[in-house]
């Protein structure tokens, strides 16, 4: 187990995303301008086909307004923090960008198929793969750990629910990266 004094990358990743959503603000904002948050390294189906395989990881730290933003940071302060405790900095972001490129590829596969070119952004795929980490570290170490497994996998429901629900989100992303995170720290405990 790491020491807590050891725990920052959460916190570097939450100020990435607030100095990155601060200069968005500062040329123009993204929640009703698509073309600042391209500038920014939104992803668009169009936009990686040409090569611009780069978005797969700075669409991670581009959002759309403050509420967007707040969401996803709070859920990473209210769970990082404790997975990189666990697993550690380097399988933390491992498993973190693991994640949020895996639900790019999703998005871009489905939209490929679907013909679409949505603009994407956030880091609602990376949550969504440490989400579902958290639920397997709760099940798999619940001796070791107090998790609250039932309060885990309410959460990750309520959240799948409300993005089958509301349209405008990205729901590719979010269960690939689900799906991602959970291969991801399965992976770390065959090795």
């Known amino acids: 187990m790491n020491n807590i004094s050891n725990i920052y990358a959460s916190y570097i990743i939450i ?8 200069i968005e603000t500062a040329v123009g904002g993204s929640t009703t301008r698509t073309d600042v948050a391209i500038r920014f390294g939104a992803q668009t189906t169009s ?14 730290f581009v959002h759309f307004g403050v509420a967007h933003l707040a969401m996803n940071m709070y859920s990473l302060y209210a769970i ?32 490929s198929k679907t013909h679409k070119n949505t603009v994407s952004a956030g880091a609602s795929g990376a949550i969504f793969g440490l989400l579902g980490v958290y639920l397997v570290v709760a099940i798999l170490l619940k001796d070791q750990y107090n998790f609250h497994i039932r309060g885990i996998a309410i959460t990750l429901a309520i959240n799948i629910i409300y993005g089958l629900v509301n349209k405008r989100i990205n729901m590719s992303a979010h269960i690939g990266g689900l799906i991602g995170g959970v291969v991801t720290i399965f992976v770390l405990l065959l090795i």
Do not use: D
């Open 15 to 22: 100020g990435i995303n607030f100095i990155v959503f601060i």
């Open 47 to 60: 936009k990686l086909k040409s090569g611009q395989l780069y978005r797969l990881v700075t669409s991670m």
């Open 80 to 111: 990082g923090p404790a997975l990189e405790l666990i697993l550690g900095k380097t399988w933390f972001l491992i498993i973190y960008f693991v994640s949020g490129i895996s639900g790019n590829l999703l998005t871009w596969k489905v939209e």
